[in-house]
């Protein structure tokens, strides 16, 4: 008595055929021959979107101040005020990045260059955009009064503060 073959075995009776030495079709061969390269392609993708999460950014942590209000405002002219420590203990440098150039508050001569690209900003935008300030919570109370002065000078309105909402 002979039994029926189950369809779910194509790939098997696939496998016979070429044992026996029947010739497969050219759709077939495509699909062996393309297999192995779809293969690699996804697993290339795959490590390509694994290796932006592995690989480690030089980045400097700001802890900013942490505030309850939510009110917030869109500002294209961002300054980031740091304050890294110094060998001393309880002093701190501060650092001032803004448009992608660093100055330091000590240096009068950075703080000149710095007010002179607070005012070449402020006169690029039509509208007066506001300055926001992100500085860190060691940061002295007196540089941001001088940072905010700095911007007056330079024709800037509004200075907003910024710090991370607690949740």
Request: charge should be positive; proline fraction near 6%.
């Amino acid at each position: 008595m002979k039994t029926k073959k189950p369809t779910h075995y194509k790939t098997s009776e696939y496998t016979l055929e070429l044992l026996r030495g029947k010739s497969p079709r050219r759709s077939q061969l495509v699909i062996l021959m393309v297999a192995p390269w779809l293969n690699l392609i996804l697993l290339l993708l795959l490590f390509g979107l694994i290796e932006r999460r592995l690989i480690l950014h030089p980045a400097i942590n700001i802890q900013l101040p942490r505030i309850t209000f939510t009110d917030g405002i869109q500002s294209s002219m961002i300054m980031v005020l740091l304050a890294r420590p110094t060998p001393t203990p309880n002093v701190y440098q501060e650092i001032v990045f803004f448009d992608s150039k660093r100055y330091l508050v000590k240096d009068k001569t950075e703080m000149q260059r710095l007010q002179e690209s607070l005012a070449h900003a402020s006169k690029i935008h039509r509208e007066q955009p506001p300055l926001l300030i992100l500085a860190d919570e060691r940061v002295s109370h007196g540089t941001i009064m001088r940072l905010c002065e700095i911007a007056r000078e330079v024709g800037i309105t509004t200075v907003s503060m910024g710090g991370v909402t607690e949740e």
